[in-house]
T-cell receptor
Framework: KAGVTQTPRYLIKTRGQQVTLSCSPI?????VSWYQQTPGQGLQFLFE???????NKGNFPGRFSGRQFSNSRSEMNVSTLELGDSALYLC????????????FGPGTRLTVT | KQEVTQIPAALSVPEGENLVLNCSFT??????LQWFRQDPGKGLTSLLL?????REQTSGRLNASLDKSSGRSTLYIAASQPGDSATYLC?????????????FGTGTRLTIIP
């Protein structure tokens, strides 16, 4: 079974631009969660989507948004980029039933200059 | 608000030794606890998941325990190998302010010395 895939793997953007990251979950998984990882703040939960609906949300500003498609693929968008948005963005998929074990993708490294 | 602490932040041990990594959490009302490893610049690899009703889980040389009443979990690694070098993260799943989510610890960076 293929794992979680994320595209692109690396991105360089300029302050003020916007960016869209993509995540394809493990086949059969309907839950996708997004996380931001930085050296200073560690891993922080952004939001979770299940069946095309946002089910849970972390403490991030409205510049961070997401969506999920009918095939469970998810996208995350960050508008008006700031230098502090430079981070590794990880997505995780889960069956959301049973153990609710999270399986992570390799991440997208975003650098904002 | 759930807080998760991992001490020490870094640990170096000679190859072949057994070792224990610690994870503490402040709110015992958790759904489950998951241990991950992360290699530099990479994503997270799930190692073990313990449900709130369980006391421990084992996979190969790894054994994780959970004591909800004291807010602690340990990850035991037997017969350590250089390939075990990585950052180990624990995460607890619970509801915080109406949102169900994973809260991560800051990790323990493990180095196995050949």
């Amino acid at each position: 079974k293929a794992g979680v895939t994320q595209t692109p793997r690396y991105l360089i953007k300029t302050r003020g631009q916007q960016v869209t990251l993509s995540c394809s979950p493990i086949s059969g998984h309907r839950s996708v969660s997004w996380y931001q990882q930085t050296p200073g703040q560690g891993l922080q939960f952004l939001f979770e989507y299940f069946s095309e609906t946002q089910r849970n949300k972390g403490n991030f500003p409205g510049r961070f948004s997401g969506r999920q498609f009918s095939n469970s693929r998810s996208e995350m968008n960050v508008s008006t980029l700031e230098l502090g948005d430079s981070a590794l963005y990880l997505c995780a998929s889960s069956s959301r039933g049973g153990t609710y074990e999270q399986y992570f993708g390799p991440g997208t490294r975003l650098t904002v200059t | 608000k759930q807080e998760v602490t991992q001490i020490p932040a870094a640990l170096s041990v000679p190859e072949g030794e057994n070792l224990v990594l610690n994870c503490s959490f402040t709110d015992s009302a958790i759904y489950n606890l998951q241990w991950f490893r992360q290699d530099p610049g990479k994503g997270l690899t799930s190692l073990l998941l313990i449900q709130s009703s369980q006391r421990e889980q084992t996979s190969g040389r790894l054994n994780a325990s959970l004591d909800k009443s004291s807010g602690r979990s340990t990850l035991y690694i037997a017969a350590s190998q250089p390939g075990d070098s990585a950052t180990y993260l624990c995460a607890v799943r619970k509801v915080d302010f109406g949102n169900e989510k994973l809260t991560f610890g800051t990790g323990t960076r493990l180095t196995i010395i050949p």
